[in-house]
């Protein structure tokens, strides 16, 4: 039957004996076969399982249940039992981590990130030992949280020999869009499924014949099923004048069996049904108090017969069976046997509050609060859509409205947290659909705002929400403080007016927490860093002199630093909790920071710092579903690439502005148009860096953005002068210099020091470029490099070529040093009209790594291990050696020990911005 089964299916075949190969050979891969029920997916499964066995492949199979979808972490439960031996030779947080979530302790799982880290290092051990192919059959009933983990795990299996198949139907491509390969199963061909239909049903007639294969439309299930129901006393469904949905008419195939089932029979396969992968004991034991009489294994020996299941268990031929004894069960069958269920899993608090919910037509606060405590479990797994999902269901068993408005926010701020926008709008509509108290109108005002209703919003909505963000602080100041960041994002991502930000900055003054809290710095940085500049730079140097604990704490003031116009202070505040973010599995502060990090090395001009970042800060924000900051940091390689003369500047830019600009994110669209320009005035394509540039400054323009126009402020000028549009310029310049005496902004002083310089008459530059040399801070050299090339450029238009060639030798060597290859050119071609030559620089070895490649050598610079280096990377041991294995040839290096000479020191993110 299997060979059968699998006609017309040999390149699938082959790709599935590929992956198994691999294994044999020492690497490994991961594939989503998505298909239709009944198109053949276990089948083909199968195959490769029994090629895999038969290769000394050791085979682990997790199931998901439909029962089960919402009880967080099930399918990886059964999964790490089968390693359960391996759990205590993980390294100690991965270790903590996976326990918690499968519920060996009772402990909150700090993030699900580490327990993809720790699955990971769990079967990459297990691999070790003998190569390992771990089916996930029915992923489309998996509960989130575990295909979290095995997305995760999926995406990361190359160089272990550890094969992952998932098969999951095709309405759901969960673990596709998580960035796993796809394998879709197609119907058979009319050929093949004639082949088929003969080979189970001989001797069908020619007009049958016909009428089968039409509606069989190329399914194996169907070609085998509808043959033998047309033979049935339910045959009727088989070939009806209306044709049902296939999938519902297989379903029908399967139910006109259960119907002429005894009542013992079908109670059991009914709650076996709903139970998922329960025991047969508590199916039984619910069997008995649902029928009121004893019923004992025998009861399943007639569903053996009609070929619903297979052998002595409770296994079913096929997931639809599951779905046929749904059907055919009614409602009040269904609610009894959830009912029985509830009682006979005493002990397991999680699936008996889902059976009560189910049992449960009306409201019912017992039930609701059982729910509301499973969503607690939940969360303390780092399973955020079961939460949701039970938080969902409580606030419809809730009578009380304000505690069923309580559990429609929260589960619309875990919809907000897992990116259901869609869901979010939802609960938010019913939760305002009641009489909400003062707290819970904030709250809700916040998830609104956060979700991005500040990209359409009015400016008064947005001050309004900081007032009452004030006065709920009053009494709840961490609920107080994330109102007000809400109200602080309309102002950053989008463009309420000055009023508004006025306001939202009083009320931060105004809020009841120490003025050195991150969040509060943040804040005032964000909505107002002219106003409260000094105040933040203030702030901003006391937290660089203590130590610090708080790791997204230190996120949130490294982004303020490059809002005030502070990238080198950015990246060392950022450059703290990096360590602490990756042991903790914290991935969506990571991709954050990471994302400030590479923004700081972009304004910094540090390029192979900034690369780096980008590239983990990209992979980051696209693993832990953050679409607005993956777009910033495709605005941020763009900026890199401008700033070494890359072609793919514009692609970058494209990609981010495509992005931002369906929602008018402010920031990114900003970005792209100052890299635009950088890109530009490298070229010599004057004309078109201003008006690149000149968006970012007109409030009129969706790229514009209050403070970001700071760091533009001296390329704008130098385009002008070379575009004779230098009177547009000074009109902007004198709109700013107020500016200037009320804030220490770096970037802007620095930037309105070098445009005056640029835009002045030649008989008056000269002591301008020095006062311009003078704002730099010295822990930016790119700046002063910037401005020692303008410098040596006015010095040799104005016959000093003397003193220009030792400026712009000091401007190029340092554009050299971080990278910044289009300024280095500009800098030689300065020095050769000067009369000095100046040759090109010639590529660095590093250079020719890739971005991981980079960052493992500097680990292993470091001397750490390849598990350690597999820690802080999130990949397994085995990858990192591969890795080194392909960069020591690049390096013309033969062991680690020489890594740290080519590298000239091992280098870290915050490295070079001096």
Excluded at 88 to 99: M, N, T
Excluded at 347 to 360: I, L, N, V
Excluded at 608 to 616: I, K, V
Excluded at 673 to 681: D, F, I, V
Aim: with cysteine; glycine share 8%.
């Amino acid at each position: 039957m299997r060979r059968r089964a699998l006609l017309g299916r040999d390149e699938e075949r082959r790709v599935l004996a590929a992956l198994v190969d691999q294994a044999v050979a020492g690497s490994g891969g991961a594939v989503v076969v998505l298909g239709a029920p009944g198109i053949g997916k276990s089948a083909l499964v199968a195959e490769a399982a029994a090629q895999a066995a038969s290769s000394g492949i050791r085979v682990l199979t997790a199931v998901g249940v439909e029962s089960e979808e919402h009880v967080a972490c099930a399918g990886l439960h059964q999964l790490v039992h089968q390693l359960r031996d391996g759990i205590d030779a993980l390294p100690g947080p991965q270790r903590a981590a996976l326990r918690a979530a499968v519920g060996l302790v009772d402990e909150a799982v700090p993030d699900l990130y580490l327990v993809g880290l720790a699955a990971l290092t769990l079967l990459s051990d297990a691999a070790a030992k003998a190569p390992l192919l771990v089916i996930v059959e029915d992923a489309h009933w998996m509960d989130q949280a575990s295909l979290d983990v095995f997305g995760f795990v999926g995406r990361r299996i190359e160089s272990d020999p550890l094969v992952m198949v998932a098969v999951a139907r095709d309405t759901d491509d969960r673990l596709g869009c998580a960035g796993v390969p796809v394998l879709h199963l197609e119907p058979l061909t009319d050929e093949v499924s004639g082949e088929l239909l003969d080979a189970v049903a001989p001797g069908l007639g020619q007009h049958v014949r016909q009428r089968l294969l039409a509606e069989a439309a190329g399914n194996p299930l169907a070609l085998t099923e509808l043959p033998a129901a047309l033979r049935s006393v339910g045959g009727v469904y088989a070939l009806t004048p209306a044709p049902l949905p296939l999938t519902e008419r297989l379903e029908r195939t399967f139910t006109a069996r259960v119907s002429r089932l005894p009542v013992d029979t079908r109670a059991v396969l009914l709650l076996a049904a709903l139970n998922g992968d329960g025991t047969m004991d508590e199916c039984l034991a619910a069997a008995a108090r649902m029928l009121a009489r004893p019923v004992d294994v025998g009861a399943l020996g007639p569903a053996v017969g009609a070929g619903l299941v297979e052998g002595r268990g409770m296994a079913f031929r096929h997931p639809l069976v599951r779905s046929a004894l749904h059907h055919a069960a009614s409602a009040a069958e269904r609610q009894a046997a959830h009912a029985a269920l509830a009682v006979a899993l005493e002990g397991q608090p999680d699936r008996q509050a889902w059976h009560r919910a189910a049992a449960t037509a009306g409201p019912d606060e017992r039930a609701a609060r059982d729910l509301d405590s499973t969503a607690g479990r939940a969360l303390r797994r780092g399973g955020v859509a079961a939460a949701l999902a039970a938080l969902t269901r409580a606030a419809e068993l809730t009578e009380d409205p304000s505690a069923r408005a309580d559990r429609l926010l929260r589960a619309a701020e875990l919809a907000l947290e897992s990116g259901r926008v869609d869901v979010v709008a939802h609960l938010l509509a019913r939760a305002r659909s009641l009489d909400l108290s003062v707290r819970d109108r904030g709250r809700a005002a916040w998830v609104a705002v956060v979700r991005g209703e500040w990209a359409r919003g009015e400016g008064v909505a947005t001050a309004e929400l900081a007032e009452l963000a004030v006065e709920i602080a009053a009494g709840e100041p961490l609920l107080g403080l994330r109102m007000l960041w809400g109200a602080m994002l309309h102002c950053y991502y989008g463009e309420p007016g000055p009023a508004a930000r006025q306001r939202v900055a009083a009320a931060a003054d105004r809020m009841p927490v120490d003025a050195d809290t991150p969040y509060l710095v943040a804040l005032r940085a964000y909505c107002a860093p002219v106003e409260r500049g000094q105040a933040v730079m203030e702030s901003l140097t006391r937290q660089l002199d203590r130590s610090s604990e708080d790791t997204e704490g230190d996120q949130l003031l490294g982004g303020a630093a490059v809002t005030v116009g502070a990238p080198a202070l950015a990246s060392r505040l950022t450059a703290r909790p990096m360590d602490a973010l990756r042991a903790q599995g914290q991935l969506s502060i990571l991709a954050r920071a990471l994302c400030v990090q590479a923004g700081a090395a972009a304004r910094l001009g540090n390029v192979r710092a900034g690369q780096l970042a980008a590239e983990e800060a990209a992979e980051l924000t696209r693993e832990t579903g953050q679409p607005l900051l993956h777009a910033m940091v495709n605005a941020i390689r763009a900026q890199l690439a401008a700033v070494c003369g890359d072609p793919q500047a514009e692609v970058w830019a494209a990609k981010a502005e495509g992005a931002a600009l369906p929602g008018g994110v402010r920031p990114v669209l900003a970005i792209v148009q100052t890299a635009r320009g950088h890109a530009a005035l490298c070229q010599g394509r004057y004309g078109d860096a201003f008006g690149h540039l000149h968006r970012v400054f007109d409030p009129a323009d969706p790229a514009f953005h209050p403070w970001l126009r700071f760091y533009a402020v001296a390329e704008l000028a130098e385009s002008a002068v070379r575009s004779e549009s230098a009177e547009a310029a000074r009109a902007i310049l004198a709109e700013l210099a107020p500016l200037e005496v009320l804030t220490p902004v770096p970037a802007l002083l620095c930037g309105l020091r070098l445009a005056r310089a640029l835009l002045s008459p030649p008989d008056l530059a000269e002591p301008l470029y020095r006062a311009a040399l003078d704002a730099v801070p010295a822990d930016w050299p790119f700046e002063r490099a910037r401005v020692h090339l303008a410098l040596g450029e006015w010095l040799r238009r104005n016959r000093r070529p003397a003193e220009s060639r030792a400026v712009l030798q000091a401007a190029r060597e340092v554009f050299d040093a971080l990278g910044a290859s289009a300024w280095s050119e500009r800098a030689r071609q300065e020095l050769r009209t000067a009369g000095a030559s100046s040759p090109g620089q010639d590529p660095d070895a590093v250079d020719q790594l890739t971005p991981t490649e980079l960052h493992v050598a500097q680990l292993a610079a470091q001397g750490l291990t390849n598990r350690e280096i597999g820690e802080r990377l999130y990949v397994s041991p085995r990858t990192v050696s591969t890795h080194l294995q392909r960069m020591f040839p690049k390096l013309g290096v033969t062991s680690r020990g020489e890594l740290a000479t080519v590298l000239r020191g091992p280098m870290t993110y915050a490295e070079d911005v001096v």
